[in-house]
């Protein structure tokens, strides 16, 4: 079985920052690609930013410039840096991996539990 646990999340005012970690542990092979996906409430899910296993990334416009994604490989970790956080980035974020058990194991989709990020004054 993967196990991916979250840290991180709280209350933070507008403006000011919080690191998102989300380790991946358990019967894991390889890792692809990871990412961050959040949804506020009435909302649909939304992927926030990527990280592919050769540390390329990408961010969502709505992030780009505050928010940093990466990836620590020999930690099976990802990370969400956010900078200059508005009150709209209220939500529960969650990181998703794409990862094979076995070398002849095909690559599922494993997913954290979610953890609460609230920008408010």
């Known amino acids: 079985q993967v196990q991916l646990v979250e840290s991180g999340g709280g209350l933070v005012q507008p403006g000011g920052s919080l690191g998102l970690s989300c380790a991946a542990s358990?019967?894991?092979?390889?890792?692809?690609?990871m990412a961050w996906y959040r949804q506020a409430p009435g909302k649909e899910r939304e992927l926030v930013g990527a990280?592919?296993?050769?540390?390329?990334?990408d961010v969502r416009d709505s992030v780009k410039g505050r928010f940093t994604i990466s990836r620590d490989n020999a930690k099976n970790t990802v990370y969400l840096q956010m900078n200059s956080l508005k009150p709209e980035d209220t939500a529960v974020y969650s990181c998703?991996?794409?990862?094979?058990?076995?070398?002849?194991?095909?690559?599922?989709?494993?997913w954290g539990q979610g953890t609460q990020v609230t920008v408010s004054s």
């Open positions: 998703n991996a794409q990862i094979k058990e076995r070398f002849y194991s095909p690559t599922r989709e494993w």
């Open positions: 358990g019967s894991i092979f390889s890792i692809d690609a």
């Open positions: 990280v592919t296993s050769g540390g390329v990334t």
